[in-house]
């Protein structure tokens, strides 16, 4: 079978599959707001449809949530799974974005072709570049070149809270030779990475509740007790003073860096200065002693996602508020393990309640572990030497600073390993305003897919 | 003249009274959203036609925010000034609210009845209660009883930032033999007050701001700094775990509680776990070492009145916000300089800054000294036993947590003593959801003000 034939079709055809991943971002699938729940089931259909265009056999999988999408493909050689999530993020603030978030456009900028929106990046746009790879392979040469399984998910951006009762009932189905995940970017502007260690993730929510209602500040001022004030005791007690995260044996299972591993990435030449400077920052804030990339690849993070109380609004309202609330993850590595951490956490928060104080957590929100992925397989070799075939630098092991639960459920769950190649940038406005995906990494992320495939087949 | 007959009038005229004080209850005069404009200046129109309407010349005076009313009764005796607020706190939440804030309602409860909604208590019910008095007198004798000034302001709920300048450019105008005004309430459910201590008042909105845009807390979590962090640093330091406030020099200025005030502070039997006990609190939660009454009049404070940073909503954002907020107020004390502790705190939160964060002060908030009447006048004891008279206990000098900086503006800029006489309840719900004032408030209200102006003139 010739890969040649199958590149030049995804070059010929590279506006088809723009119009057609435009369709699936004009579905405004948020799915942690449950106002947009019909939303996110129209763009499981919109999957189900495409993939039974591919000749797959498809199904929409209800779960309490929001459905999974499966389809399967029959074929000799290697079996491979693609995994890809079709929710995004919300898209307040509203206001900074400089064209409708679900109104998708192809725009000129001075670095080149964007395809403008939510979920073009992450992940709708990379999703696609899969897709579109096995639709070109299919066109060519009448089938595809091994075995397929597609596995869609809804709810990557609130927690995954269906994912893994979901991959437990479907262990078999899902069992596949490796899988394969589209979430992740570059290295720096053209350097294709595989990433081999993903941080996990623990998210809480918590209420400090102390009088029964809001309160005159100049009639209880003094007397009562502040819930704002001992939320923020309890946010400030997070870290100490180097950077160091205070929750209660947070560091069990961080691993140190090893040797090999820090050697590879001094090579990559992170420029931190340049990577702080896009959003206007210049000095790194995390723990002391760390370098840039341990930060945000290898070391585990607290961070408050959000916090409010009281009055808000314009003008001043001198109440003394009934209740404080917070958001807060933190980002794990290692062996880290999330039950125990949110365990840990509560304990902290509770013992930092004065009198009168009262705390809700929330229970309903996510957690998952960090993945360290082994590279010993064949197929990871074969996959970079395909990657640095398209790329005009040679494919590199690296690790990544986001949340991307399923990675470990393949090995945890399935027994699988997983690989995790993508194609965003740096600078595309992941979970916030006017996100982009550079039409050069959907092109070539496509083109890369068929690479790959041709060399795992 | 007889002071029976123009009490039995008030009895007689209850109702119309009621009905009047509805019709100034329906306008929403929130003084702090500036879209409620409208309808501050018509409260201000309302008030002008009701003094027209005692037969003084009144007139409404603009200022840069909303309007003063200024009316004048010339008279024989003593020249006394009468001062009120027209304007009300917002009514967020509305949620909370069993009856809509500004369709007021007459309702009975176990407690007896009431008029509920936003300004019943704070401070459009005790405006009225003076107003009342002198229409009973005028309808019984044909005028007032002597020389009488009625100053009504718009923007007290909103730091009165017009009242200064106002106040200095009519400086002539407001004089006269004493200030009184109608904000503060009983001790207890029947001891009537005449409130000799007074807090000030600071306000502060600070927002930090680092990070260009919201970030990805995975791919910046842990190298990029999180303005809610620096925010709750800043938040939690500004008290040490003795409750007292930490702002440098905080303490200049105030007076430790002379003997003869703590004993008869002692003796009005202040029910501290019932007072707290109202709102769902238990243990005092201010300054070691001092009483419930000191916590509420004599000492100064620090509390948070509102704080907010990132995603806010339902569900889970794993952003990294770019600014965090908050306000927080002063309640001053003594001699206790405004604008040294305005300094002083600006001082100490960028102290508190790390590298790439900045702070942006809200300059547009209100400032004013605490007050410390001398009830050396004869006057102090006519009012006394006046109030005496009407009540089943006999009055008191006391304290109030509040600011009322018109207060202090009286001494400073007119070179007038104020006494302040009012009759809300500690259930009143000031600032909070279902506002009411008590009917036998707004009654007694009446006839005291009747009995003081027969005892003053």
């Known amino acids: 079978m010739s890969l040649d034939a199958v590149l030049s079709r995804i070059d010929t055809d590279l506006d088809a599959s723009v119009t057609r991943l435009m369709e699936l971002l004009r579905i405004p699938s948020i799915s942690t707001d449950p106002a947009y729940a019909d939303h996110c089931d129209a763009a499981a259909d919109w999957l189900v449809a495409d993939l039974a265009s591919l000749g797959a056999e498809v199904t929409k999988r209800p779960t309490p949530g929001h459905p999974m999408v499966v389809g399967h493909v029959p074929g000799d050689g290697p079996h491979l799974l693609f995994y890809g999530h079709y929710d995004v993020q919300p898209v307040d603030p509203l206001d900074l974005w400089d064209t409708p978030p679900f109104e998708p456009q192809l725009q000129d900028t001075p670095k080149g072709r964007v395809i403008r929106g939510r979920g073009t990046s992450d992940d709708k746009g990379q999703l696609m570049t899969f897709v579109e790879a096995c639709r070109a392979w299919k066109a060519e040469h009448g089938t595809l070149p091994c075995r397929i399984t597609f596995f869609f998910e809804g709810e990557e951006e609130s927690g995954s809270p269906s994912l ?18 589209c979430d992740t970017g570059l290295f720096g502007h053209d350097t294709p990475a595989i990433v081999t260690m993903l941080r996990g993730m623990l998210q809480e929510e918590i209420t400090i509740e102390g009088p029964s209602k809001d309160l005159h500040s100049g009639m209880f001022g003094g007397i009562a007790m502040n819930p704002a004030r001992v939320l923020s005791r309890i946010l400030a007690g997070l870290h ?21 591993i820090a050697a590879q990435w001094d090579d990559l030449g992170f420029d931190e200065s340049a990577f702080l400077g896009e959003v206007g920052l210049s000095v790194p804030a995390g723990e002391q002693g760390r370098s840039g990339l341990e930060m945000i690849w290898s070391r585990p993070t607290c961070e408050i996602n959000g916090m409010w109380s009281g009055y808000t609004g314009e003008g001043f309202k001198t109440v003394l508020p009934s209740k404080a609330s917070a958001k ?73 600073g986001g949340s991307i639960p399923i990675a470990g459920y393949f090995k945890s769950i399935v027994g699988t390993d997983a690989m995790l190649i993508g194609f965003g940038r740096d600078d595309d406005q992941l979970h916030s305003p006017n996100e982009k995906y550079d039409l050069e990494c959907f092109h070539k992320g496509i083109r890369s897919w068929a690479r790959i495939l041709d060399a795992l087949s």
Chains 1, 2 share one sequence.
Do not use: H
Not at 378 to 385: C, G, I, K, L, S
């Open 240 to 260: 100490d003073e180097t950077g160091r995260v205070t929750v209660p044996d947070f560091y069990d299972g961080v691993p140190e860096l090893p040797n090999s």
């Open 164 to 181: 893994v009762p979901f991959m437990e009932e479907n262990r078999e189905e899902l069992t596949s030779d490796i899988a394969l995940i």
């Open 328 to 400: 807060i993850s933190f980002r794990l590595v290692g062996t880290q393990d999330p039950a125990a951490i949110d365990r840990n956490f509560r304990a902290y928060v509770e013992a930092m309640l004065p009198p009168d104080c009262t705390v809700t957590f929330n229970d309903n929100l996510g957690a998952g572990p960090a993945s360290v992925m082994s590279t010993d397989s064949p197929m990871f070799e074969a996959a970079r030497a395909a990657l640095s075939d398209e790329w005009p630098k040679a494919a590199a092991y690296v690790g990544c």
